[in-house]
């Protein structure tokens, strides 16, 4: 047997084990004040105990201070196993919070206690984020178990908050402790995937979402040219805004749709009899942006042609962002990070794994922010937040597997 051979086969082995992890994960929610809990402590402590058993070269605490919870702080956990040799680290960081189960009537049991049908498990927060907690934490003892020991560096890291917005979770790790992670380091989020683990997520499309509101003149319909229509302006304007498309047309083959999307949505009311000529009129258009592109571009683009429409019809027209969210840089195509995971996945599961873009954000952003290349990866069916949230244990076993194939890549 071969040394990966050796480690996939005790990996195989913790199929009791995973399901007991999962379990006991599952009994201690873990909800932010936001959602009506107290923090991750309890589920912190368990993952604590569970890692001393690895031995860990190095495990702390950061604590993030947040009076709403128990303790008065949030937990977040690094364990860091030195290997033998020296150069990059690996890290893989998973949540440890979850989101409340909702409307329990949707449940087949109580969310909290894990129930396994076969391969599924199903409960809160066995795919959403308990599903990469298990997958590191087992690929890590997989080759502990085999005795020959970790060759390169590796750190798990167990953050609290992501589902409300990372504020005392990766973002407050970055703040106090950036000095633990490296440009050439290799981190994987295992939060985000496909059914195939073939996603690799490495890049976001920003977000921008306009107001536009038009000021005419309101009047009765039978003389029109006592009044100015606003809707002719709406109508007007949101034809013309078309032209984004053509204006910022690049395409990017990593992003399904592969361009930039401009879609007019909402319309708010206006007056409320059909004799009358409106006087305002307000509706709004969102906006994907591709990377390639400055969200300040597509904002003085927009206010470009609400002047030629504004002047065209002698109205009124103001624009404003109601909503903004600059994407992070991408993870290049080519870094270590993509390159390593994606040949790992085919040493183990023979398919071919792409790197790709989504239209929102993931936690890895905040990495990416920092410089730090960051990949969201894992191998779920994404039921992550839905009531009966289930996770395959096969998947979890295949993905400890190429976990532990990156940790062994030198
Ligand atoms: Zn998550």
Known sequence: MNGFEDVYSKIEGYRPEIIEMQRELTARPALGPENGGTGEHEKADYAKEQLLLLKPDTLFDIPAPDKRAAHGY????????????????VWILSHLDVVPPGDLSLWDGDPYEMRVEGDTIIGRGVEDNQHGIVSSYFAVKGILDSKQGIPRKVGLVFVADEEIGSKYGLQYVLNERRDLFKEDDLIIVPDGGNDEGTMIEISEKSMLQLKFTITGVQCHASTPKRGKNSLVGAAKLIIELNTLKERFNLNNPIFKPQESTFEPTKIEANVPNVNTIPGRDVFYLDCRILPDYKVDDIINEARAINKKIAKELDLKIDVEAIHRQD????????????????????????????????????????????????????????????????????????????????????
């Open 74 to 89: 949030r937990p977040n956990i690094v364990a860091v196993w030195d290997g033998k040799q020296k150069g990059s680290t």
């Open 327 to 410: 994407c992070a840089p991408s993870t290049p195509v080519d870094s270590p990070v993509v390159t390593i995971l994606a040949k790992a996945i085919n040493k183990v599961t023979g398919r071919e794994a792409k790197p790709m873009g989504i239209g929102g954000g993931t936690v890895a952003a905040f990495f990416r922010y920092e410089g730090l290349p960051a990949a969201v990866w894992s191998t779920i069916s994404p039921t992550a937040h839905q009531p009966n949230e289930y996770c395959s244990i096969k998947n979890i076993i295949t993905d400890a597997k190429i976990m532990a194939t990156v940790f062994l890549s030198g």
